[in-house]
Structure formats: structure tokens, C-alpha cells
């Protein structure tokens, strides 16, 4: 059986391609998507991906897939540091969850600096634009890997 990889975006995430360009770029969420794909079937992964504007779709996505995937990338957006019922979503899952940002939320404004989402998840790769999502979809299946060769 393939391993399966959750993708979730967050809140406006929707809108990339247009919203904040000199912040986000000028590639939309679709186009992501389509390099997030060809690098799994590259690296020999299946993705199930969501976009919501809604906290409770996203949780309830990851309810779903607890027993099947293997790990998770989220982008939180606007959730990252409000969103305590995604933190909490997160820990319960029993595989390994990635945070991706596409812009440095520590260089941003002071208020975004802080993600309440970290303190729930592996790691973070953020301030590369698209690739944000591509070196984290790299490194989580490097060390999903990892673990299944690890007796």
C-alpha cells in the first residue's frame, strides 16, 4: 500500500496567486498543488489534499484520515496563532505533522511571529515561497523512511 500524505491550507490560502503578491508571489494554490503531486508520485507517495476556510473542515479531515496516512503538512494560515482546536487536532495524531509557511512569520509582523501551532507539530519550513511545501513533503518522507527501516 502506497504511504498517504496529508496536504492541509488554511484559511485564504485559497487565494494565492493574488492575495499579497510582493508578500506570497504570483503562484496559485492549484499550481502548489500540481508540484506537490508530481513530487510525490516522484518520491513514490500518494497525497490526499484539503483547502479550507474553516478550522472545524480541516480538523475534521484530519479525524478522518487518523488510521490511514502517515503524516501531514499543514499550512495554518490565519490559524497559526489562534487556532488552539488545530493544535489540539494535531497532537492526536498519531504520525508526524509538518508546519509550512511560504512567507518567514518571524520577519513579518510582531503578532505573527508566534505560532501556537509549533509547539504541536515536528518541525516548521517556512519563508520559501512554494518551496516551503516541497522541502517539507522532501524531509517528511525522508523521515517516515527513516523510521520504517529503523527496527
Do not use: C
Request: proline share 6%; glycine share 8%; aromatic share 4%.
Amino acid at each position: 500500500m502506497m504511504m498517504k500524505i496529508l496536504v492541509l491550507h488554511g484559511p485564504n490560502l485559497n487565494l494565492f496567486g493574488r492575495r499579497e503578491p510582493h508578500i506570497y508571489g504570483h503562484t496559485t494554490l492549484a499550481e502548489i498543488n500540481a508540484r506537490l503531486q508530481a513530487l510525490a508520485g516522484e518520491l513514490g507517495v500518494s497525497l490526499d489534499v484539503i483547502q479550507s476556510n474553516h478550522e472545524g473542515a480541516l480538523i475534521d479531515f484530519l479525524h478522518q484520515n487518523i488510521d490511514d496516512a502517515r503524516g501531514a503538512l499543514v499550512n495554518p494560515a490565519g490559524l497559526t496563532q489562534h487556532g488552539v482546536p488545530l493544535h489540539d487536532a494535531i497532537k492526536a495524531m498519531p504520525f508526524p505533522v509538518l508546519e509550512v509557511h511560504m512567507s518567514n512569520i518571524a520577519a513579518r509582523e510582531s503578532w505573527r511571529a508566534h505560532s501556537i501551532i509549533s509547539p504541536a507539530v515536528k518541525g516548521t519550513i517556512q519563508g520559501l515561497g512554494p518551496q516551503s511545501y516541497l522541502a517539507a513533503l522532501r524531509a517528511l518522507v525522508e523521515m517516515l523512511r527513516e523510521q520504517e527501516a529503523t527496527p
